[in-house]
Nanobody, 122 residues
Framework: QVQLVESGGGLVQAGGSLRLSCAAS????????MGWFRQAPGKEREFVAA????????YYADSVKGRFTISRDNAKNMVYLQMNSLKPEDTAVYYC???????????????WGQGTQVTVSS
C-alpha cells in the first residue's frame, strides 16, 4: 500500500482559495489512481474528485465542478486539489486516497491519508 499525507488545509473566507497537497510514498505512485474525499461534521464521507494514474482523466462531484481542480505530479509523488470560489458548505476534513491503476469511477479506494481540515467562513 501507499502511504499518504495531506497538507494545505486551513481557514479561509467564502470566495477564497486553497490548494491541498497529498504526498505519497512508494516508487509505484505513478500506477495509482488518486482521489480526494471530504467529510463534514455529522455527515458521511463524500467523493470530491479523482484523477487517473496518468492524469489523463479527471472526475468531479457536481458540487465542486468548475471550482475545484485535481492534478498530479508523478515525478514528485504528489497530488493536488486546487479549490477556488470556496463556500461555507465546503467546510470539511479532506482526505486523499489511492487505488491501483484498475480503479474506475465509483470503485473504492484502498489507501487513505489522515485528512486535513478546511474551514470556510461566511
Amino acid at each position: 500500500q501507499v502511504q499518504l499525507v495531506e497538507s494545505g488545509g486551513g481557514l479561509v473566507q467564502a470566495g477564497g482559495s486553497l490548494r491541498l497537497s497529498c504526498a505519497a510514498s512508494g516508487r509505484t505512485f505513478s500506477s495509482y489512481a488518486m482521489g480526494w474525499f471530504r467529510q463534514a461534521p455529522g455527515k458521511e464521507r463524500e467523493f470530491v474528485a479523482a484523477i487517473s494514474w496518468s492524469g489523463g482523466s479527471t472526475y468531479y462531484a457536481d458540487s465542486v465542478k468548475g471550482r475545484f481542480t485535481i492534478s498530479r505530479d508523478n515525478a514528485k509523488n504528489m497530488v493536488y486539489l486546487q479549490m477556488n470560489s470556496l463556500k461555507p458548505e465546503d467546510t470539511a476534513v479532506y482526505y486523499c486516497a489511492a487505488e491501483g491503476s484498475s480503479w474506475y469511477p465509483g470503485a473504492d479506494f484502498g489507501s487513505w491519508g489522515q485528512g486535513t481540515q478546511v474551514t470556510v467562513s461566511s
